[in-house]
Nanobody
Framework: QVQLVESGGGLVQAGGSLRLSCLAS????????MGWFRQAPGREREFVAG????????NYATSAKGRFTISRDNAKNTVYLQMNDLKPEDTAVYFC??????????????????WGQGTQVTVSS
């Protein structure tokens, strides 16, 4: 059974940093593209960042470029999202997701096969 479990969310002041982690089980982790999405109240789920299984390529939403960094450790079946210079508009539930298509980083939530339960990130002004 595939499981993705996020951790690392919390409350932080504007300008602060958080590091999210997502531990995967039940999959051959290196074969999956991993993505981070977020969803704020009343808004659609949106792509934040994605990374290929080999870590050769990454992709970021415009809002994340220069502030967020996605990385993965295939030996630990874990993907990370380092978030710096956080802003109140980054407040959302953050989800990790796994896509079995091996060679593209999709920005569409429907492309991903598995999802975690989400972790809340709240940025105060």
């Amino acid at each position: 059974q595939v499981q993705l479990v996020e951790s690392g969310g919390g409350l932080v002041q504007a300008g602060g940093s958080l590091r999210l982690s997502c531990l995967a089980s039940g999959v051959i982790f290196r074969n999956y593209v991993m993505g981070w999405f977020r969803q704020a109240p009343g808004r659609e789920r949106e792509f934040v960042a994605g990374i290929l299984g080999s870590s050769i390529f990454t992709n970021y939403a415009t809002s994340a470029k220069g502030r967020f960094t996605i990385s993965r450790d295939n030996a630990k079946n874990t993907v990370y999202l380092q978030m710096n210079d956080l802003k109140p508009e980054d407040t959302a539930v953050y989800f990790c997701a796994a896509d079995s298509h091996p060679s593209r980083i999709s920005t569409t939530a429907g492309s991903y096969d598995y999802w975690g339960q989400g972790t809340q990130v709240t940025v105060s002004s």
